[in-house]
């Protein structure tokens, strides 16, 4: 029995899947939701992980399955717009992005994302009139809508999300800060989703490492020449610029400063 990385829903992380199937990248597959059964596209047919699949890939998506799949696929387009419609004539603070039919044709999944919580019950009554379908609202980050839309970042490669099937981690400011880039503002340090870049996290353990034993910014240390203030730190090279209170400027390396 291998482990299945398979991709489900556009808007969530792939899930890890067990399988006694004999599936490749692309393979389309039936697995089980909460919602019901769902088609899946496998990423990765052979996953080498400690992690345990805690469910199973149910069989091989027939092609009856697909051509529901792609016909659902057609019809979300007037479901979002149908939304959309609704939500600006009750005046709710969301926006909906993505729909998604289950299998069975049961169920209609609208997917948005909102600032705070809100209260959208009298949307799914009057949704549930129009599409003649159990409503199911789903609530998303801007990660992870950024990661169902695509696009390139300002390195010009595709955005992490997208090239990284993977969780995404959290991004915290304390990674930019480890890194010496917080002060070139928010703006610069952010994606096209409004929040820190992914790939602040790629190096933040590194930078950690390297600053074990380095003092910090605007510190006052004592050196050969005499107390001085760290107006400078080079993770990369282990060097500090220290203004001494003579206002000579010297550079440090790591090991000659108390």
């Not at 805690?54 to 799949?69: F, G, L, P, Q, S």
Request: one cysteine or more.
């Amino acid at each position: 029995m291998s482990k299945v990385l398979v991709s489900i829903y556009p808007w969530e992380n792939p899930k890890l899947f067990s399988s006694t199937f004999d599936t490749k990248k692309g393979s389309k597959v039936i697995v089980s939701m909460e919602n019901g059964n769902e088609l899946g596209t496998v990423l990765d047919g052979k996953v080498d992980v400690v992690e345990k699949a805690t469910e199973k890939i149910i069989r091989m998506a027939t092609e009856n399955d697909i051509k529901t799949y792609e016909k659902y696929e057609k019809e979300k387009v007037q479901l979002v717009d149908l939304c959309r419609q609704e939500v600006k004539k009750e005046g709710l603070p969301m926006k909906v992005i993505e729909a998604r039919i289950s299998l069975d044709g049961k169920q209609a999944t609208f997917v948005f994302t909102a600032d705070g919580r809100v209260d959208f019950r009298d949307l799914v009554r009057s949704l549930s009139k129009d599409v003649k379908k159990a409503v199911r609202m789903q609530q998303i980050g801007s990660r992870d809508e950024a990661r169902k839309l695509g696009g390139f970042g300002i390195c010009g490669r595709e955005l992490c999300c997208v090239s990284f099937p993977g969780s995404i981690p959290s991004i915290t400011t304390d990674m930019a800060r480890a890194q010496q880039i917080s002060h070139r503002g928010t703006d610069r340090i952010s994606g096209l989703c409004g929040r820190l870049m992914c790939c602040l996290a790629y190096e933040a353990d590194q930078y950690r490492n390297l600053l074990v034993g380095m003092p910090e910014l605007y510190s006052i240390i004592e050196t050969k020449e005499g107390k001085g203030t760290v107006v400078e730190v080079n993770v990369i090279n282990q060097e500090i610029k220290v203004k001494l209170e003579s206002s000579k400027y010297i550079i440090l390396k790591k090991g000659d400063f108390k």
